[in-house]
C-alpha cells in the first residue's frame, strides 16, 4: 500500500493557507478611519455626502487609475454591483439576459432581482467562459444584454461578444470578480463592455471581507449606479442640472461601502499587481508539472490574453484513469491537496430556476424551459471533467506547487492501485 486513500502516509500534511495577506497597511487604514470616527460617509441627499466617504472615493479613484475609465462606483459586493448595473442599463421586467451557466450563482440572480430572466448559453470548452456562438443562439427580440464572466481569471472572447453586442444592439456587463488585472489583447477586463463589476469578497484575489467596484465610461450608467447604490430616488428631484424624469425607473437600494471596508480595500489594492504575478509564476510551474501526466490536460491559455489563475482549472481524464472523478479526488485529497470538482452545479440546474420560483418568471412573455442537457460543455464539466486547484496563491511558494505535482504523480505511478482501491468500494453494498 502506497497511497494516503488505503491507509498509508500521506505526501502532505501542512496545510494549505487560505487567508488574504493582511500586513500594516491594512491596519493603518483601520486606524485611520476609527481615528476618524467617520464610518461610513454616506448620505441620501443632495451634497456630496451622495457619493460616500474619503475612503471610497480613494477606492474608486484607484480603480480609475488602474483601468484608464473616468467612472468607478464602489458598492457592498459584487452581486450589488451586477443589480445596479443591470438597472444602469435599463434592463426591465420581461427583459431577457444572456449568462453564462458555469458561473458563481449570483451573475443570474442579479438579473432575477431587476424582474429580468437569465437565458443561458453554453462555454467554451477551453476557456470555460461564455462562447458567443453559443449566445447567438440564444438571442430573442427580448434580449436587452449579455453578462461575460472571465471565469477562473481567464478573459472570454471579447471580440466575439462585442461583435455580437454590436450586431444585435445589445449592452454588455463583464463579470470581473474572479479576473482583475486580466487582459485580452492589451486591454484590461472590465473596460471593454459597458460596466465592468469586480468582487472584493473574502475569497478573491484581493479583498475588504465584502465588497465590490462597478467600472463604466459611459457618465450615465455611472449616475444611475450612483442612484441605485444609495436611494437615488431621494436626491433625484433636487438634481438641478438634469432631467429627473430621465432616471425616474431607478430604485435606490442601499449599496453602500463602509469607509473600513474601504480603507482595507485600498491597502489590498497596492498588493494587486504583485499577488497577481505571483499567482501566475505558481500557475506557470503548476502546468509544467502537471502537463506530463497522464489522464491530465491542462487548458491551453489563448495567447492574447492575461490569465490572473483565481483558480487553476485542469481537465481529469476518466477513460485514461480508469476510476470517477470522485476517487481521484478523494485520493488527492488524502495525500493533502485541496481540490474541487466540477466547479459549481450549472445554474439552471438549480431549484429555483426548475420550480421557475421568482417574480420574474410570472413577469415574462416567454420563459426559457431550463432543461437539463440544455448546456452540454458546461453539464460535461460539471459532472466529469474539471478539478480545480485553489492553491496558485499567496503565501503558497514553489515549495507547495512541487507538493502538488508530486501527489499528482503520486496518484499516476499508484493507479493500479487506486484502481483497485476504487473497485472495491464500488462493490461495497452502502455505495451502490
Ligand atoms: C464572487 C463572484 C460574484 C459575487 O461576488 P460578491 O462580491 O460575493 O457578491 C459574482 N460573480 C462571480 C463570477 C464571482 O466569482
Known amino acids: 500500500m502506497n497511497l494516503a486513500i488505503s ?45 460616500g466617504g474619503k475612503k471610497v472615493k480613494r477606492l474608486e479613484q484607484l480603480f480609475k487609475d488602474f483601468l484608464g475609465v473616468p467612472h468607478a462606483v464602489a458598492v457592498n459586493s459584487a452581486t450589488s454591483g451586477l443589480h445596479a448595473a443591470l438597472a444602469a442599463v435599463g434592463v426591465k421586467a420581461g ?24 437565458v443561458f448559453a453554453d462555454i467554451d470548452p477551453e476557456t470555460f467562459c461564455l462562447d458567443p456562438r453559443k449566445a447567438e443562439k440564444k438571442i430573442s ?17 471579447m471580440e466575439g461578444i462585442m461583435a455580437l453586442a454590436k450586431k444585435h444592439k445589445l449592452f454588455v456587463i463583464e463579470d470581473c470578480a474572479q479576473s482583475p488585472g486580466a487582459e485580452y489583447r492589451n486591454q484590461k ?22 465588497g465590490g467596484v462597478c467600472v463604466t465610461r459611459n457618465e450615465k450608467f455611472a449616475f444611475r449606479m450612483q442612484l441605485v447604490r444609495n436611494h437615488g430616488e431621494v436626491v433625484l428631484a433636487e438634481m ?48 509544467r508539472g502537471l502537463e506530463k ?60 430556476y426548475q420550480s421557475k420560483s421568482a417574480d420574474a418568471f410570472r413577469l415574462a412573455e416567454n420563459v426559457p424551459d431550463y432543461r ?32 502538488v505535482v508530486l501527489a499528482f504523480e503520486k496518484l499516476s505511478k499508484n493507479l493500479e492501485e487506486l484502481i483497485a482501491f476504487a473497485q472495491a468500494q464500488l462493490r461495497q453494498p452502502s455505495n451502490v
Open 293 to 352: 501526466i497522464p489522464g491530465i490536460r491542462v487548458p491551453k491559455k489563448p495567447a492574447d490574453r492575461r490569465h490572473v489563475y483565481f483558480v487553476f482549472p485542469l481537465f481529469f481524464e476518466a477513460a485514461v484513469w480508469k476510476i470517477p472523478r470522485s476517487f481521484f479526488l478523494d485520493a488527492l485529497r488524502a495525500e493533502g491537496i485541496p481540490c474541487a470538482g466540477g466547479y459549481v452545479r450549472p445554474i439552471y440546474h438549480q431549484p429555483l
Open 95 to 118: 427583459d431577457e439576459v444572456i449568462c453564462p451557466p458555469y458561473t458563481m450563482s449570483a451573475t443570474a440572480a442579479a438579473v432575477l432581482m431587476q424582474n429580468a430572466v437569465p
Open 240 to 287: 438641478k442640472d438634469r432631467d429627473p424624469r430621465e432616471d425616474a425607473d431607478i430604485i435606490g437600494w442601499n449599496y453602500r461601502m463602509p469607509e473600513m471596508e474601504a480603507g482595507i480595500g485600498i491597502a489590498q489594492f497596492g498588493r494587486l499587481e504583485e499577488l497577481t504575478s505571483a499567482r501566475i509564476a505558481l500557475a506557470e510551474e503548476l502546468s
Open 7 to 51: 491507509g498509508a502516509k500521506p505526501l502532505r500534511t501542512k496545510p494549505f493557507s487560505v487567508l488574504p495577506r493582511i500586513g500594516p497597511e491594512e491596519h493603518q487604514q483601520l486606524k485611520e478611519v476609527l481615528d476618524d470616527g467617520l464610518l461610513s460617509g454616506f448620505i441620501a441627499a443632495p451634497n456630496d455626502a451622495f457619493l
Open 141 to 157: 427580440p427580448r434580449t436587452k444584454a449579455i453578462i461575460v464572466v472571465h471565469l477562473f481569471g481567464l478573459p472570454a472572447d
Open 372 to 403: 437539463k442537457g440544455d448546456c452540454p460543455v458546461t453539464e460535461r464539466c460539471y459532472a466529469e471533467d474539471l478539478v480545480s486547484l485553489p492553491v496558485c496563491r499567496a503565501p503558497h511558494t514553489s515549495e507547495d506547487i512541487k507538493d
Open 189 to 210: 477586463v472590465g473596460t471593454i463592455g459597458d460596466i465592468g463589476v469586480f468582487s472584493l469578497n473574502q475569497h478573491k484575489i484581493i479583498t475588504t471581507g465584502e
